[in-house]
């Protein structure tokens, strides 16, 4: 089954304690994305690649950190989390356009 | 600069009747993709469809059918005799071909859409 896998779904932590949020596709699709939504703020852009060791900074990439090494899997890593990165995440895959999303990651920052 | 706008903040309805929300973008780029995704309270983003710039062909797909109009940078979602299975926040998004914005979603606000048995 075509899919985007997210871990953990569910993640509370307190400020300043690593973390990595795991994203993986099985449709080889070049282009991956991050996202995060927020209530009165939508959805976001935090960083995306566009292959393999390339990536770059999407609308709000501030705390954030993202690596591409396989095609398949897209972490996202934040180093000192926030209270302000409480937010839910979401990670997308695209092959021809359209992004499928995975089912999100609910993140609590103490 | 890309922007899609979603003014129906909330919309309630009654099951079977049918709703229109209602979706207008901005883009200076000439090939452009419009998509919607269904968002229910299990949380998760379903895409629902795409229909690129330069095919105005609207859809239907069971009671869910789609208008695009270009000339009033328009993208409406219809759903005919909606069921209570239907409520979730609806949102519109767009993205283009090339250039720096190339696959970024940028999302409409959403439209949180409540049917009652």
């Known amino acids: 089954e075509a899919q985007v896998t997210q871990n953990p779904r569910y993640l509370i932590t307190v400020t300043g304690k690593k973390l990595t949020v795991t994203c993986s596709q099985n449709m080889n699709h070049e282009y991956m994305s991050w996202y995060r939504q927020d209530p009165g703020l939508g959805l976001r852009q935090i960083y995306y690649?566009?292959?393999?060791?390339?990536?770059d900074k999407g609308d709000v990439p501030e705390g954030y950190k993202v690596s591409r090494k396989e095609k398949r899997n897209f972490p996202l890593i934040l180093e000192s989390p926030s209270p302000n990165q409480t937010s839910l995440y979401f990670c997308?895959?695209?092959?021809?356009?359209?992004?499928?999303f995975g089912p999100g990651t609910r993140l609590t920052v103490l | 600069a890309q922007k899609v706008t979603q003014a129906q903040t909330e919309i309630s309805v009654v099951e079977k009747e049918d709703v229109t929300l209602d979706c207008v973008y901005e883009?200076?780029?000439?090939?452009?993709?419009l998509f919607w995704y269904k968002q229910p309270p299990s949380g998760e983003l379903v895409f629902l469809i795409r229909r690129n710039s330069f095919d105005e062909q609207n859809e239907i797909s069971g009671r869910y059918s789609w208008n695009f109009q270009k000339s009033t940078s328009s993208f409406n979602f219809t759903i005919t005799a909606s069921q209570v299975v239907d409520s979730a926040v609806y949102f519109c998004?767009?993205?283009?071909?090339?250039?720096?914005?190339?696959?970024?979603?940028?999302f409409g606000q959403g439209t949180i859409l409540t049917v009652h048995p």
């Open positions: 883009t200076r780029d000439t090939t452009y993709y």
């Open positions: 998004a767009l993205t283009t071909a090339g250039g720096t914005s190339y696959g970024k979603l940028t």
């Open positions: 997308a895959s695209s092959g021809r356009g359209t992004q499928y």
């Open positions: 690649s566009m292959n393999v060791e390339v990536t």
